[in-house]
């Protein structure tokens, strides 16, 4: 069983910045492939960012590349959502994702979710 929590969302005017925090209660976090998805009012969840278990390897979203940067620490069971250049359609609940596996830096799946939190962006 694997918790995760989200913090650090909130309301940003259109070019700022959030840095969005995920926290893992578990004592083998470093097993787990990591994911951020987002879903906006009347849209589908979708992908935004992935890291494998070391932190060696990332994947994002076309819409996100250059904008946004995912990275981890294992020691704090911590991963983060840095998201720069914000524009109003970044506007979203922001979900942090777990999956275990060490091969690949984006599952099929992932088996634990967190809340969520909402990311509002202003015009």
């Known amino acids: 069983q694997v918790q995760l929590v989200e913090s650090g969302g909130g309301l940003v005017q259109a070019g700022g910045s959030l840095r969005l925090s995920c926290a893992a209660s578990?004592?083998?976090?470093?097993?787990?492939?990591m994911g951020w998805f987002r879903q906006g009012v009347g849209k589908e969840r979708e992908f935004v960012a992935a890291?494998?278990?070391?932190?060696?390897?990332?994947s994002y979203a076309d819409p996100v590349k250059g904008q946004f940067t995912i990275s981890r620490d294992n020691v704090k069971n911590m991963v983060y959502l840095q998201m720069n250049s914000l524009k109003p359609e970044d506007t979203a609940v922001y979900y942090c994702?777990?999956?275990?596996?060490?091969?690949?830096?984006?599952?099929?799946?992932?088996?634990?979710w967190g809340q969520g939190t909402q990311v509002t962006v202003s015009s």
């Open positions: 578990g004592r083998t976090f470093s097993l787990y492939a």
């Open positions: 890291i494998n278990w070391s932190g060696s390897m990332t």
């Open positions: 994702a777990a999956e275990r596996s060490m091969s690949t830096v984006r599952p099929a799946k992932y088996d634990y």
